[in-house]
């Protein structure tokens, strides 16, 4: 009997303690949330005055060294801010019956209270500890941002001495679609270091390294420096050179294969500049014979910019190397989103913003999927179930083709989107595409450009396609060099053939 009582006592008590620690929970759960949506309105009005500052201050022409690291500055935590905010929406209008799963946000997750019921807990324990890491990256985030606008009025005063530059009014994406973004710290650097005078002794030319790899935007970012007006106003004979290598060229060779991108004899001044786009390593003879004949034949203050995929040309520089990477997934993500949603405003479509969010992770900062992603995505005309197809196919590519940590994706998103073309293309002649590989043409080449889109064979607007081989345009950039990236591929007609890339 006293066994019974006992075991009747326990289980009270159980119960109890149980519905106790329940409403602790929901208590504990409940402030959260309030203490986060303060913390997220906060974030958005800080965002709102950064972004005002951010597009001012690149209305000018800048030329403080110390300005322009406080802008980059002011940009990153923009864009940082801006990534948390979507983030955070993103979880919290996500239902347990929605496909859509931003695992790949794991370190920045938030659920809502009314699913911390369904789940164990393990899960509940986490999911509360997970809540909390978030809640102090928010604080965070709105302590930095509230700091740097405490600060902002003296920066405001001095950034009204720079001379505005001219620019009609833009919507931001038709901005962003039309100007090289997220370079502005580099393209800086490499204006000062070609501004920069030379010691009347030693005669060495300036050689300014810039490493990063393919597609990166190395070419795009030396375009837009020689295009300055200021760096034409210093040089009076601007040359760009593009190989493999240096290793057959002789000074006279050279000089021949150079293409002259600026000219001005009338201006008086001798200084040159001579831009050598590589794709791989320099032979050091190879190179030091180019250098001993250009030191000899070059006006005193002229330089070199030179570019390549490998990182051994750092070497080669008698200042510091520019070495481009990936844009970081705040500042991807802003680009992305901007690309994708084009003038339609985000928060009214929170499934798409979600896809497009776990698109943005996979992509990993690759400029031309970027934008050819965006516009197969924008042809759907924001349709859920097509990029809902497409986010699947995401999904199938990941888990059976993982990509390592930290390379770049180039490669691997060609067969991805070759693996989307496959699977979503709905026509009747549909067979397996065969991809064979990937170039790029200039505009100098504009007439050859081929007829036939990418987002056509997605969306299936070009009924009739080549029989064998043929090539398709990807993508063709809006901004200097201007160049054309076209996939060369075989349509091969069986239906009964599984389609993969």
Request: overall charge positive; proline content about 3%.
């Amino acid at each position: 009997m006293e066994a019974l009582i006992s075991a009747v006592l326990g289980d009270i008590v159980s119960r109890a303690i149980s519905v106790v620690v329940k409403k602790c929970r929901e208590q504990t759960t409940a402030n959260e949330e309030t203490t986060i949506k303060d913390n997220l309105q906060r974030l958005h009005q800080l965002l709102l005055r950064i972004s005002a500052v951010v597009e001012e201050a690149e209305g000018r022409c800048i030329t403080n060294q110390g300005m322009i690291r406080q802008v980059s500055m002011m940009i990153k935590q923009m864009f940082r801010g801006y990534y948390l905010l979507d983030s955070f929406k993103c979880r919290n209008n996500k239902t347990d019956e929605e496909e859509v799963s931003l695992s790949s946000f794991a370190q920045s997750k938030f659920n809502p209270a009314k699913r911390f019921r369904r789940l164990s807990s393990n899960t509940q324990i986490e999911s509360m500890e997970i809540g909390r890491d978030n809640s102090k990256k928010l604080k965070q985030a709105v302590l930095v941002l509230e700091s740097m606008v405490a600060d902002m009025k003296e920066f405001a005063i001095f950034l009204m001495s720079y001379t505005r530059m001219y620019r009609q009014p833009y919507s931001s994406y038709l901005f962003l679609d039309k100007c090289m973004f997220g370079r502005q710290m580099e393209r800086e650097q490499a204006i000062s270091f070609l501004l920069q005078a030379e010691p009347l002794v030693g005669g060495n030319l300036g050689v300014l390294p810039i490493v990063g790899p393919r597609l990166i935007g190395k070419s795009t970012l030396v375009e837009h420096v020689y295009d300055d007006e200021r760096v034409r106003n210093h040089f009076s004979l601007i040359l760009r050179y593009r190989g493999n290598d240096l290793t057959h060229e002789t000074a006279t060779t050279f000089r021949d294969h150079c293409v002259i991108k600026h000219q001005n004899i009338a201006s008086g001044k001798e200084r040159s500049l001579v831009v050598i786009e590589l794709l791989g390593d320099v032979d050091e003879g190879a190179w030091n014979r180019l250098l001993h004949t250009s030191e000899r034949c070059m006006a005193h203050g002229s330089k070199i910019i030179i570019t390549s995929r490998s990182e051994n040309m750092v070497s080669v520089g008698t200042t510091q190397a520019i070495m481009l990477r990936c844009l970081s997934k705040e500042a991807y993500w802003y680009f992305f989103k901007m690309l994708v949603f084009g003038s339609t405003d985000p928060e009214e479509h929170p499934k798409l913003t979600s896809i497009a969010m776990e698109l943005a992770l996979v992509m990993r900062g690759s400029f031309v999927h970027a934008c050819v992603v965006a516009a197969v995505l924008r042809a759907a005309n924001l349709s859920a179930g097509f990029w809902s197809s497409v986010l699947r196919e995401v999904r199938k590519y990941t888990q059976n083709n993982t990509l390592v940590f930290g390379e770049y994706p180039e490669d691997h998103m060609s067969r991805f989107i070759w693996s989307i073309l496959g699977r979503l293309r709905s026509s009747e002649d549909r067979g397996l595409f065969l991809i064979h590989h990937s170039h790029q043409k200039g505009p100098a080449t504009h007439g050859e450009v081929p007829r036939i889109t990418l987002v056509d064979l997605i969306s299936g607007t070009w009924s009739t396609l080549p029989r064998g081989k043929f090539e398709v345009l990807r993508w063709r950039s809006l901004i200097p060099p201007y160049y054309n990236y076209v996939y060369s591929c075989e349509l091969v007609q069986n239906k009964n053939t599984r389609t993969e890339p």
